[in-house]
């Protein structure tokens, strides 16, 4: 993969990850902590662990996502810090 | 105290990045790593296991033990969830007087959602039992085929209500299932042992069957891998369930 690519996902992966816990909507942060999932399942694939990139995909992107939005929408969006 | 803990984070964030500058170049076949243990799977996995996709030959073959004690791992998840979020309690218990537009009830409502929906769930299914079967020849394998077959239950659950998904597969099935991947795991194990050889040792099961060696490990690898599959697919539904109901597994959603 081309290394200015890589780089911009690094990016994306700090700004996400900064985000996801300064965030104060928790449905927010869950998302964000998805889409960090997914750039790092990204950067898996740019090493060539492709077995590594499915798994973040799958349970990171995919179905840790989907617990942390039934968790909010169980309990409550507000933070209380 | 705030500036405290972020000067905290931020030394200890550069400190782990200077410790990268000591790691060994990328692909430098001179680190420890590369030089032992890996050479001898890459080298050797295909005619002592006789399985193409060598991180499969790892996780399924020379370190199976490892892999079904995950599996466990998974299976007690899912139980620890069960015990501490399941309640008794139906819903009107929980919230006395449930708002009538509540946003979530007018999922089970929208007609494209649920159409949807529904075309998607069986090409899910059969992408989760695709990435299950070819664990053995290309990335993939139980655990993430099983991931994928969940999520196809949690879009039905999601875009339908929590009684369609029940009657699809109950708690007591979900239970039962995720028991089931661990004993066929380790219950094909014990059948290689029958054989006269080692605890996960695959070329038992070759010859009890009457098979090369090849399809023996094969056949013993999709075995485990569905196992695995079983068990987690399981104990991720039984998950979702506690975590989309209040732990009522009746409602939600």
């Not at chain 2, 070819?134 to 999601?158: E, N, R, T």
């Not at chain 2, 539904?237 to 506690?242: G, P, S, T, V």
Request: net charge negative; with cysteine; aromatic share 8%.
């Amino acid at each position: 993969m081309i290394w200015e690519i890589k780089l911009a996902v690094l990016l994306v992966i700090l700004v996400c990850a900064v985000a996801a816990i300064t965030v104060r909507d928790l449905l927010g942060a869950g998302i964000l902590f998805g889409a960090y999932s997914f750039m790092m399942c990204l950067q898996w694939l740019a090493m060539g662990a492709v077995d590594v990139a499915f798994t973040e995909a799958a349970i990171g992107a995919g179905i840790s996502t989907a617990f942390f939005l039934a968790a909010v929408f169980r309990t409550t969006r507000r933070t209380k810090d | 105290m705030k500036k405290l803990t972020l000067a905290a984070v931020v030394i200890a964030g550069l400190l782990l990045a200077l410790t990268t500058l000591d790691f060994p170049r990328w692909g430098d076949p001179q680190t420890p790593a590369s030089m032992h243990v890996s050479a001898r799977f890459i080298e050797k996995s295909l005619e002592e296991m006789a399985t193409p996709n060598i991180v499969t030959a790892v996780l399924g073959d020379y370190r199976a033990f490892d892999t079904m004690l995950e599996t466990i791992v998974v299976f007690t998840a899912g139980l620890a969830c069960f015990f501490i979020l399941r309640t008794r309690m139906t819903r009107e218990d929980l919230e006395p007087a449930a708002p009538e537009n509540d946003p979530l009830d007018l999922a089970g409502e929208d007609l494209v959602i649920k159409t949807v929906a529904r075309t998607f769930i069986p090409l899910i299914q059969l992408f989760g039992l695709y990435v299950l079967a070819h664990g053995h020849y290309s990335p993939g394998g139980g655990f993430q085929g099983g991931v994928i077959f969940a999520a196809a239950y949690i879009l039905l659950a999601v875009s339908h209500d929590m009684k369609t998904a029940l009657r699809h597969m109950s708690e007591r099935a979900s239970h039962l299932l995720s028991a089931a991947g661990v004993l066929l795991f380790a219950g094909i194990g014990v059948i290689c042992m029958t054989n006269g050889v080692n605890f996960l040792d695959y070329g038992g099961l070759a010859g009890i069957l009457g098979m090369s060696l090849a399809t023996g490990h094969s056949f013993a690898i999709l075995l485990i891998e569905s196992g695995v599959a079983l068990t987690v697919t399981a104990a991720l539904i039984m998950i979702f369930k506690l975590l989309s109901s209040h732990g009522t597994v009746q409602e939600g959603f």
